[in-house]
């Protein structure tokens, strides 16, 4: 089991940037495959960025491709969301979560955090 602790957000203006933090717990957190996904109010959750056990794959939403870059240091059970070139349309609130390197990369993630609001103004 992992459990997951988001933290970073804040108010930003339009163009800065911010880097979401999410501390995680447990010995065997490097078996696990972290992704990002945010929310809006009155909308679905949606995909945001992911990264492999290891750090050599990364998938990244293509409304975030060039401005945002997900990482992970597995000696210290962190994984970070580095947000550049922030726009209105990222306000969210955004969660970490994981999945044991077990299951298909298609699978559904089975631990997530409480998440971190976003909000990015005009």
């Known amino acids: 089991q992992v459990q997951l602790v988001e933290s970073g957000g804040g108010l930003v203006q339009a163009g800065g940037s911010l880097r979401l933090s999410c501390a995680t717990s447990g010995r065997t957190f490097t078996w696990y495959n972290i992704a990002w996904f945010r929310q809006a109010p009155g909308k679905e959750r949606e995909f945001v960025a992911a990264?492999?056990?290891?750090?050599?794959?990364?998938n990244y939403a293509d409304s975030v491709k060039g401005r945002f870059t997900i990482s992970r240091d597995n000696a210290k059970n962190m994984v970070y969301l580095q947000m550049n070139s922030l726009s209105p349309e990222d306000t969210a609130v955004y969660y970490c979560a994981a999945k044991s390197v077990l299951k298909s990369p298609g699978s559904e993630y089975d631990y997530w955090g409480q998440g971190t609001q976003v909000t990015v103004s005009s």
């Open positions: 990264i492999r056990w290891n750090g050599d794959n990364i």
